[in-house]
Every structure is written in C-alpha cells, then in structure tokens.
C-alpha cells in the first residue's frame, strides 16, 4: 500500500511536503494506476485479491523517528495520501458539492487572532482538565472516524494504543471496523460510542446496549446526517472513485458501502429494515425517546445554532458537539468555529460545549477554548497519522497538537486551560 520504497524516500518527501492540489494528485494516481497495470499485464489493481490486498496490506515498517519527524500535523495529509488507494483517500478528503464548507472550518481560525499578555508564572503549564469527572491530560479528543481499517490494517486498533499511549478519549464510530470490546481493553479506559440513529428503532435499540454492555460512558448521537448517502453529494470521493480500479467486492459486502452489513456494532442485530444512517422524523420526541433509552450520559453530535443548543437542554441530554461532520454533510459555508459563541451563549453553562472541524494547529484548540468549548475533536488527521505510519502517526498527531497547545499558552500567558479566558481572541472583524 505504502508508495515509499525506502526511508530515504519518504524521508525526502517529508521535508518537501506541500499539499498538492487535489486534481493534480488525481491525474498523477491515474498515471501511476495505468502504469503499473501495463507492467504487471493485469489491471494491477483489480482483482479480489488485489484489491483485498491493497485495503490490507500494512505499510513497510517504518521506524518511529519519521513519524515524529514531520513538522505539522497538516503534513500527514500528503502522507496518507501517498499511501493509501484513490477512493479511500478520497473518501478521507470529501466534503459535498465544492468542498467549501470542509475548507470554511480549517480557514475561519484565521480570522481569530490572539491577545498575547505578559506577566503570568509560566513554571508549569498545564493542559489538563476535567471532563464528566474524569481527567484528561489534553483538551482534544479523537473524534468518529467511520472503518478506520479502510486507511491501515490495524484501524481502531492502532488508533485505540495511541489514545492509551497520550492518555486522550476516544469516540469510536457506529462505523468502526473494529468491535467496542476489543477497542475497550485496547484503550484500557471508557470510550464513548457514535451513535447513527438509523431508520430502524430496534436497531438503534440494539446498538445502544451492545455498546452499554460492553462499558461506554457516553453515547454521541449524530444528528447532522439525515441527507442520505444517496442524496449527499461527495463530488471529491466520486471523481477519486472513478480512478480507483479496484474490485470492491472484497471487502465491501455486494459492492455496498453501507455500515451496517458490515460494522461490528450491527453483528447479531436484524438489518433487513435499515435504509439510512437517520430515521426521517429525528425530532426533539425522537430523541427523548432516546433519553430514556439510554442509560449514562447522552451527548449530541451536529449542532450549529443557539436555537437548537436551547431545544436541546430541556431535553435532559449531557453535552453538544458542534459539527458539520468536518463539511461532509451539507455546504452551509459556515465553520464550526464561527458557530461557537452562540451555541456556548444558549447552554450558559449547564452542560460541556464541544467542537470539531478544521482543528490542525495547537493555536486552533487555543481558540476554541477561548470561545468557550470545554475540549475539541479531531476528525481527518488522526486518519493521516494513521495510514501514513499506524499508531505512531496518530501518536505523532498528538503530540504536535500538545506541543503546540502548550507554545501558545506560554506565549499568550495562559499557563492553565482555566486562564484562557473569553478575552484571549479577538475576530479579526469585530
Ligand atoms: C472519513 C470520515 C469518516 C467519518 N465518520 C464519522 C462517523 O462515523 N460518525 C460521525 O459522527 N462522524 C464521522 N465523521 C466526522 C468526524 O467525527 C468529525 O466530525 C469531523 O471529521 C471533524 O472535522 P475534521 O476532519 O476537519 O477534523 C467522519 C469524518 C471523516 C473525515
């Protein structure tokens, strides 16, 4: 799966690492498809087993000095692209229609800048808090990534030792390629699991307590994906699809990419009657209902208004990520981060304000903080870290977003979370 024939390679290809644009890498991995299948004298990526082998097969080995050599975690982008097959990558890479929405969420951090001020003890800084209890030494999450198996062959499992190995939560996704049990003894700790609702309230039933049973503290409902796959247009993973010649059949059942023929959080339930990730009418009644069905906390994935947040508090539930699911859903051309003061001015406090989108710099979850989100999620670059060098690179991940959140808390004068106060960024236009 792995482009890179030696270290030296991937070594220089680190340090030149810019990211190509995304039309150029296309007609570059149409090239290099064509080439190899004229060489091998098959269609040298078609093929169950060829296809079953490049969804499998693991990177060479790599030491672990290159994952923590690349510089920034935007650089894993290039990475991971060399390294995994057209349509998984761009699978990875999609938003809908012009993918503006997905690049509004990373660029809108721009518009924030930072109130630097001096005078503070900076002998420690500390970027611990605590979350429903438990503490975590790093405001960030890694946030549902669907089958991470589609970018290495160690998927969840890898993603699982990392966020042992940094101690960070995890949210595992109703997608994961991997089941919740083996990721808890893994992780070694609670995760929470991504709940899609689905159009089958028994199977929605039956997630919930599989993924209780097993020992989640939180189930995060996701209520931003009631546009069908059908419906949604993911224009960037479609033209990836079209170079990637690939057989699918032998990993995804009947050529379907739908989760629930395949992820282990549905094994043993009846799917015959799930068509959709959401039931039509996802309505505040719905989501009462799924109140009382679930037993610990309950958070909800997807808000964007102040409106909703409000809705959303009578409803008993125990926190709101603030998402559009990293611009894959709809193309509202509004980040995440823009959506923060009023979601965080409806809740006043009475539950933690999460976020996503967009997030690749240490300063971003700085400003995030500042605008009152309680920690954020990481979505696209753990998936980076993880095709371009396994667990390493989601532990590389990691640690640059750390270092980095510790820089700027040391230049902004903010030795602990609890200082960055609402003061601390200004909008560029305010
Ligand atoms: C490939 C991919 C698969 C995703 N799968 C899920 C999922 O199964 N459930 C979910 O709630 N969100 C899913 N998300 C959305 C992420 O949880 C998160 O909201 C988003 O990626 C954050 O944006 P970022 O990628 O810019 O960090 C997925 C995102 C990507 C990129």
Redesign the pocket.
Same mark, same amino acid.
């Given at each position: 799966m792995s482009n890179f024939r030696s270290r030296a390679t991937r070594r220089q290809f680190i340090a030149g690492s810019t990211a190509l644009p995304f039309a150029a890498w296309l007609s570059a991995s149409q090239k290099a498809l064509a080439a190899s299948a004229a060489s091998d004298g098959s269609a040298a990526s078609s093929g169950p087993s060829a296809a079953a082998a490049s969804a499998a097969a693991a990177p060479a080995a790599t030491p672990k000095s290159l994952a923590a050599d690349v510089l920034n975690v935007r650089d894993f982008e290039p990475l991971a692209r060399q390294a995994l097959p057209p349509a998984h990558f761009g699978?990875?890479a999609t938003g809908v229609d012009d993918d503006r929405t997905?690049k509004r969420?990373?660029e809108a951090y721009g518009d924030y800048e930072i109130r630097a001020r001096r005078f503070a003890d900076l002998t420690h800084i500390d970027t611990g808090l605590t979350v429903y209890g438990s503490r975590w030494r790093l405001p960030v999450y890694l946030?549902?990534?669907?089958g991470l198996r589609a970018f290495h062959p160690e998927g969840e499992a890898a993603v699982a030792a990392a966020a042992a190995s940094r101690s960070v939560q995890l949210?595992l996704?109703?997608?994961s390629s991997t089941a919740i049990e083996r990721i808890l003894t893994l992780r070694g700790a609670p995760v929470w699991q991504?709940l899609?609702p689905t159009d089958d309230w028994t199977v929605t039933q039956g997630m919930v307590r599989r993924a209780e049973k097993a020992g989640a503290d939180a189930i995060?409902v996701?209520v931003?994906?009631t546009a069908t796959v059908a419906v949604r247009n993911s224009e960037t993973l479609k033209r990836a699809a079209r170079v990637d010649t690939r057989v699918c059949t032998a990993c995804h059942v009947d050529n379907r990419h739908d989760?629930w023929l395949k992820a282990p959080l549905f094994a043993g339930l009846d799917v015959s009657h799930v068509h959709e990730l959401a039931p039509p009418d996802l309505t505040l009644q719905w989501l009462e209902r799924l109140r009382k069905q679930v037993k610990g906390r309950l958070i909800v994935?997807?808000i964007l208004t102040g409106e909703d947040a409000a809705l959303l508090l009578d409803t008993g539930i125990d926190g709101i990520?603030i998402?559009?699911? /990293? $611009?894959?859903n709809e193309e509202t051309l509004r980040a995440t981060i823009d959506c923060l003061a009023e979601v965080v001015a409806a809740v006043k406090g009475k539950v933690p304000v999460f976020v996503? /989108? $967009?997030?690749r710099r240490g300063s971003d979850v700085f400003k995030a903080l500042a605008l009152g989100a309680t920690a954020v999620?990481?979505?696209?670059?753990q998936?980076w870290g993880l095709a371009a060098f396994g667990q390493e690179g989601v532990e590389s991940v990691l640690d640059i977003y750390a270092r980095e959140l510790q820089a700027i808390m040391r230049q902004a004068g903010t030795p602990t979370l609890a200082a960055i106060g609402g003061r601390a960024v200004l909008h560029r236009r305010a």
């Open positions: 699978y990875l997905l969420n990373e946030s549902a990534v669907s949210m996704s109703s997608g991504q899609y995060v996701t931003d994906s989760m994935k997807g990520v998402s559009n699911h /990293g $611009g894959r996503d /989108g $967009g997030i999620g990481i979505g696209r670059p998936a």
